[in-house]
Every structure is written in structure tokens, then in C-alpha cells.
């Protein structure tokens, strides 16, 4: 959705449209990434669930 926005908004154009795309691309992999590295942060006791 954000990726929509960015391409139909008139706020930015050019190049500054194409490093936001980028920037929007990036953080949302590289959160991703982070996820699947480090999601279990600890231990999953069964008990507590």
C-alpha cells in the first residue's frame, strides 16, 4: 500500500519519488530480515501459554 501512495502522490517526483520507493523497500526487507533472525528472542516455555 505504501508503495501506491509513493507512485500516485504529486508531493515528490524524480528522483526523490524513486529514493523513497527505495527507502520503502528497503526498511520493510530489512525488518523481514531482522524477524527471521532474532524473533525468538529467548527460550518458548510451554507452560506460560
Request: aromatic share 14%.
Amino acid at each position: 500500500m505504501p508503495i501506491v501512495l509513493i507512485l500516485r502522490s504529486d508531493k515528490t517526483a524524480g528522483v526523490e519519488k524513486l529514493l523513497w520507493l527505495l527507502v520503502v523497500l528497503f526498511v520493510s526487507w530489512f525488518a523481514w530480515i531482522l524477524y527471521a533472525l532474532f524473533a525468538p528472542l529467548g527460550p518458548i516455555d510451554k507452560r506460560r501459554v
